[in-house]
């Protein structure tokens, strides 16, 4: 079973920064694609950002120039790094790994954005 533990949620102001890291409990990025979603409250979870095995990115397009997906394969590390933060990223953020034969989630990470 694979854990995943994120990390680095906190509350900002808009047009603010934060850095959202996802520590898988072994190596999987060889085997697994690496996903970040969110859910807001009242709202279904949906994908903010993908990086597959090869290191191609998605993005959707809500958060498309501001937010990058990246992984450190040194420090086992996968990370989002959201940048000009709007009110409208509050959300829980779950780092999610898709090992082809089951997804595993992280318990997820609140985001909060102010005004």
């Known amino acids: 079973q694979v854990q995943l533990v994120e990390s680095g949620g906190g509350s900002v102001q808009a047009g603010g920064s934060l850095k959202l890291s996802c520590a898988p409990s072994g190596y999987i990025f060889s085997r697994c694609g690496m996903d970040w979603y969110r859910q807001a409250p009242g709202k279904e979870r949906e994908l903010v950002s993908r990086?597959?095995?090869?290191?191609?990115?998605f993005y959707d397009d809500s958060v498309k120039g501001r937010f990058t997906i990246s992984q450190d394969n040194a420090k086992n590390t996968l990370y989002l790094q959201m940048n000009s933060l709007k009110t409208e990223d509050t959300a829980v953020y779950y780092c999610?790994?898709?090992?082809?034969?089951?997804?595993?989630w992280g318990q997820g990470t609140q985001v909060t954005v102010s005004s």
């Open positions: 999610a790994a898709d090992c082809m034969t089951a997804v595993h």
């Open positions: 990086i597959n095995n090869d290191g191609i990115a």
